[in-house]
């Protein structure tokens, strides 16, 4: 990008991300939300426009664009329905592990398929007893001739059940980050199971289940990098995962505000639309500077992640934080702009408070986020 604004590739993709979710997503999101649907058959169509590997490499199938492409195609969607937004990311980011660590057989047996979503992937580092804390995970992987065996337990995984590949952190090793590894392990491997769907306050578009593990036998050849280096390639991952929840909260986040705008235009009250009291305004004028500078930031994030700069987990963490409280920030302003209407589900507000709210907890919470830009800073 240029220093101040978008290419025009950068804008041709926003504007495809865009129609897509016109088309596609925002229609029936509120159906998916009320029933509990899982679009698996609007997700597999993100894939036929490259949306499921952005940034996996041309050679793997992939469309290999930048960190910034990415920000933008989610935001994009999320401002149809942040829920499949983020799923979506997931996949991407499951995908990236494998194409970024795994070697040609890894990749040769699982890209295809995750580049056109025949097969989709979840991400599993959270454990039932390791959440903030993920270096102290417990699932163990047991090295068993050409085998590992694996058991244990993985929580809150998006996907979990419905996915058919797991990108899991394991423990084969010492204690802390340095015995950790990645494996890549599949639905129907003998041992793998899955706890009921979690009753969650939003994100009800997707399944997220508990993934148990019982004497599970996976290929060492389904090792993604060498042992001992999951714990890099999961926070490698998840710089990634913090700029695009991050712009999912950003596209929902527009998405209200457009509503607002919309509302008080129209709502009349004491003989005049609402929209032209001062008080309307002042608040409508901060939602949308919070929001450009919000967005700005993560924009800056997503160049740095994308030219590996040396401080680009700071800004990744930064700019995650900055964006999920001001995404949940201006959602429940436009809802309080709403009055009572905006509490109520003929109205897409309230779906999108519940939706955001998750974003400061997922990817690293917003108060780890402040650990990791803290330590940063002192360690300067």
């Known amino acids: 990008m ?17 129609r897509f979710t016109a088309d596609r997503i925002t229609p029936f999101a509120a159906e998916w939300d009320e029933k509990h649907i899982f679009p698996r058959d609007t997700i597999k169509e993100a894939a036929d426009l490259g949306f499921a590997a952005i940034y996996v490499s041309e050679e793997s199938g992939g469309i290999a664009l930048g960190r910034l492409e990415a920000a933008l195609i989610m935001e994009a969607m999320a401002y149809g329905c942040p829920s499949t937004s983020a799923f979506i990311s997931i996949h991407n980011m499951a995908s990236w592990m494998i194409d970024r660590f795994g070697d040609a057989d890894v990749k040769g047996r699982y890209l295809p398929d995750l580049v056109t979503m025949e097969r989709m992937a979840s991400y599993c ?5 390791s959440g903030s804390d993920a270096a102290a995970l417990k699932t163990r992987a047991v090295l068993d001739g050409d085998h590992y065996v694996v058991s244990g337990s993985k929580q809150f995984i998006s ?3 419905e996915n058919e590949v797991y990108v899991t952190m394991v ?16 639905k129907d491997m003998p041992g793998v199971s899955f706890g009921a769907n979690e009753r969650k306050l939003g994100w009800h578009s997707q399944p997220t289940r508990q993934v148990m593990f019982d004497q599970v036998r996976v290929p ?4 993604l990098g060498a042992e001992g280096e999951g714990f890099r390639i999961a926070m490698m991952g998840l710089d990634g995962g913090r700029l695009n929840i991050g712009a999912c909260s950003l596209g929902g986040a527009q998405r209200c505000l457009d509503e607002a705008v919309a509302y008080v235009k129209d709502r009349r009250q004491f003989g005049k639309a609402i929209a032209e009291f001062q008080n309307t305004q002042f608040t409508l004028a901060d939602m949308a500077t919070e929001l450009e500078a919000a967005r700005a930031l993560l924009y800056l994030a997503a160049a740095k992640v994308t030219d590996n700069a040396p401080d680009k987990t700071r800004f990744a963490a930064m700019a995650k934080r900055l964006a999920t409280d001001t995404g949940s920030s201006v959602v429940d302003r436009a809802l309080q702009l709403h009055g009572g ?7 897409p507000i309230e779906r999108f408070w519940r939706d955001l709210r998750v974003h400061s907890i997922l990817e690293g919470t917003n108060q780890v986020m402040r650990m990791i ?3 940063d800073l002192l360690k300067a």
């Open 2 to 18: 240029t220093q101040f604004d978008l290419t025009d590739e950068q804008r041709e993709i926003q504007d495809l991300a865009r």
């Open 125 to 129: 580092l959270t454990e039932p007893g």
């Open 159 to 161: 996907g979990g059940g």
């Open 171 to 186: 423990r084969t090793g010492e204690e802390g980050p340095k015995g950790i590894s990645c494996l890549v392990i599949d």
């Open 220 to 223: 060492v050849a389904n090792r």
């Open 341 to 347: 209407y905006g509490y109520l589900m003929d109205y």
């Open 373 to 375: 830009v803290g330590r």
